[in-house]
Nanobody, 121 residues
Framework: QVQLVESGGGLAQPGGSLRLSCAASGIIRSIYTMGWYRQAPGKQRELVAQVSNDGDTRYADSVKGRFTISRDNAKNTVDLQMNSLKPEDTAVYYC???????????????WGQGTQVTVSS
C-alpha cells in the first residue's frame, strides 16, 4: 500500500505565502513524477506543478514565478512553496506521485486526500 499525506494548507491573505508538503510512504520501489494539482469549487482539477525524478519542473502558467516545487528523493517528499498568493489560488490542493511498488508491477498514480488553501482578506 502507498499513502500520500499532505500538510501545510490553511488561510492566507492576498500577497501572503504558504508551503505545502507531501510525504509518500508504504511499499515504494521507485517514485517518478511527483506533483500538485488543485480543484476549486465548480471547476475541474488542474495541474499546478510537477517535478520529475531528475528535477525537471513544469508549472501552470497561472503560478509561474510565484510557486516553486521541490522534492527530496531520499525522503520521498515533495513541497510546494506558494508566494504572492491570490484569491484565485483558493482550492483544495492534491499531491500526486507516479510510483512503482515492485520491480514487476507497472507504475501507478497515487493521490493524497487533499488540503484546503484559502486566500482571503
Amino acid at each position: 500500500q502507498v499513502q500520500l499525506v499532505e500538510s501545510g494548507g490553511g488561510l492566507a491573505q492576498p500577497g501572503g505565502s504558504l508551503r505545502l508538503s507531501c510525504a509518500a510512504s508504504g511499499i515504494i520501489r521507485s517514485i517518478y513524477t511527483m506533483g500538485w494539482y488543485r480543484q476549486a469549487p465548480g471547476k475541474q482539477r488542474e495541474l499546478v506543478a510537477q517535478v520529475s525524478n531528475d528535477g525537471d519542473t513544469r508549472y501552470a502558467d497561472s503560478v509561474k514565478g510565484r510557486f516553486t516545487i521541490s522534492r527530496d528523493n531520499a525522503k520521498n517528499t515533495v513541497d510546494l512553496q506558494m508566494n504572492s498568493l491570490k484569491p484565485e489560488d483558493t482550492a483544495v490542493y492534491y499531491c500526486t506521485g507516479s510510483i512503482r511498488t515492485h520491480l514487476t508491477v507497472p507504475r501507478s498514480d497515487y493521490w493524497g486526500q487533499g488540503t484546503q488553501v484559502t486566500v482571503s482578506s
